[in-house]
């Protein structure tokens, strides 16, 4: 992609993403390419490469660069990989998976902000990613299984049904805990003869959307 006015404030944050221990040179590549500042509101264009969250409407933010990369690192991501993203939300995230991986599948329960995503994948020339709405908490089950899947907000539990759309040795990445408690970013792998799970710090998601049952 071309760069544009906002490209040194990109490079600026990128180095400060860098001393954070973000290291992994393909996900420094994604993030030095992504233009942020087109997946969030007008009014927050001056804030996007600044390392933190920023409403999207609908109660919803787009996380902050540095929480983002860690997450993409911890997914390990190869360029044969097809991911499901849980949360499309302003569809940052998802542009930067799509730049590592073969094949992105995101869900995003609110109508508004995954027409508004593919809006932006479309005009930037995303096409390796395939959007569609509905309740993240239950993945793509049609979709087989994935080599790695990240949840952009955080359920109370870890999903079984995620789990289970999981190839062995995939990749999950989420934050785990109620709004407004200390919740922790996991990471499970799948292995041949269960899950091992890691903890990664403490974070702080808004709580994954559901659909009323």
């Not at 997914?75 to 992105?104: F, K, P």
């Amino acid at each position: 992609m071309q760069d544009d006015c906002y490209g040194r404030y990109r490079l600026r944050l990128v180095s400060f993403l860098q001393k954070r221990g973000i290291v992994d040179p393909k996900v420094i590549e994604a993030m030095e390419s992504v233009p942020r500042h087109e997946f969030v509101p007008e009014h927050y264009r001056h804030l996007a490469y600044e390392d933190r969250p920023l409403p999207i409407g609908h109660g919803q933010t787009i996380s902050q660069p540095s929480v983002i990369g860690l997450m993409t690192q911890l997914l390990e991501l190869s360029d044969t990989d097809r991911v499901l993203e849980i949360g499309t939300g302003s569809g940052y995230q998802t542009a930067i998976l799509a730049m590592l991986a073969d094949r992105v599948f995101s869900v995003e329960i609110i109508e508004a902000l995954s027409l508004r995503a593919r809006e932006t994948f479309a005009r930037l020339g995303y096409k390796n990613i395939d959007a569609r709405i509905g309740d993240g908490y239950y993945g793509w089950p049609e979709g087989g299984h994935f080599d790695a899947i990240c949840v952009t907000a955080a359920p109370d539990r870890i999903p079984q049904s995620l789990l289970n759309q999981l190839k062995e040795g995939g990749r999950l990445v989420l934050p785990v805990g109620y709004s407004g408690m200390v919740q922790t970013l996991w990471r499970v792998v799948k292995e041949a003869d269960g899950f091992r799970k890691e903890k990664h710090g403490a974070v702080a998601f808004v709580p994954l959307v559901r659909l009323p049952t």
